[in-house]
């Protein structure tokens, strides 16, 4: 079945820019997203990127895909403290499907 | 953007009662609707995938007669946890697929206490 694996920390100094990357296995994922997760508090999505695109930016955030190696990272630029959280890559084959989750990588900022 | 609700936001019942959680979809119509269970600490499953209007298909390992899922109209879904357990306890999460916007759109969660 499909995976989808994270690093599970990562920790930055405020102003610094955050890389999470995120590995898949299905061949056949369309939509790619990220969300984020606040302690306890639903899932916000940031961005998405489809399968036939390699880079998308939004603001702080940049997406990049590389679909040979099945690899997305997200970058977070000038991180804040206001950036800590969970953030979770998921998959899933369109957008009526059902999502597959990473595991969640923690941010953590420090002031 | 496109907002999923859900009702109620936290729930605490005592074991063996009955917790029915209410998800909807505000200005969107979700053919499919996604129930997701979260244990602390860990990421999110998948529960079970709800068709309007039909049954819903449950995932391997999820018993299908404890969590009865509705899909009774385009904008609400409800999952009812019967029997609840403290095992039970968990963040149940669900999320609607907006077609137009090709974009699938999560709830807030309902973080269910069973004591």
């Known amino acids: 079945g499909e995976d989808v694996e994270q690093s599970l920390f990562l920790s930055v100094r405020e102003g610094d820019s955050s890389v999470i990357n995120c590995t898949y296995t299905d061949s056949s994922s369309t939509y790619l997203y990220w969300y984020k997760q606040e302690p306890g508090a639903g899932l916000q999505l940031l961005t998405y990127i489809f399968s036939n695109m390699d880079m998308k930016q939004d603001q702080r955030l940049t997406v990049l895909l590389n679909k040979k190696d099945k690899h997305l990272s997200l970058r977070i630029a000038d991180t804040q403290t206001g950036d800590s959280a969970i953030y979770f890559c998921?998959?899933?084959?369109?957008?009526?499907?059902?999502?597959?989750f990473g595991g969640g990588t923690r941010l953590m900022v420090k002031p | 953007g496109a907002v999923v609700s859900q009702h109620p936001s936290w729930v605490i019942c005592k074991s063996g009662t009955s917790v029915k959680i209410e998800c909807r979809s505000l200005d969107f119509q979700a053919t499919t609707m996604f129930w997701y269970r979260q244990f602390p600490k860990q990421s999110l499953m998948l529960m079970a995938t709800s068709n309007e209007g039909s049954k819903a298909t449950y995932e391997q390992g999820v018993e299908k007669d404890k969590f009865l899922i509705n899909h009774a109209s385009l904008t609400l879904s409800t999952l009812t946890v019967t029997s609840a357990h403290p095992e039970d306890s968990s963040f149940y999460i669900c999320?609607?697929?907006?077609?137009?916007?090709?974009?699938?759109?999560f709830g807030p969660g309902t973080r269910l206490t069973v004591l």
């Open positions: 998921a998959e899933s084959m369109s957008a009526g499907n059902m999502l597959t």
């Open positions: 999320s609607g697929g907006d077609r137009l916007t090709d974009t699938q759109y």
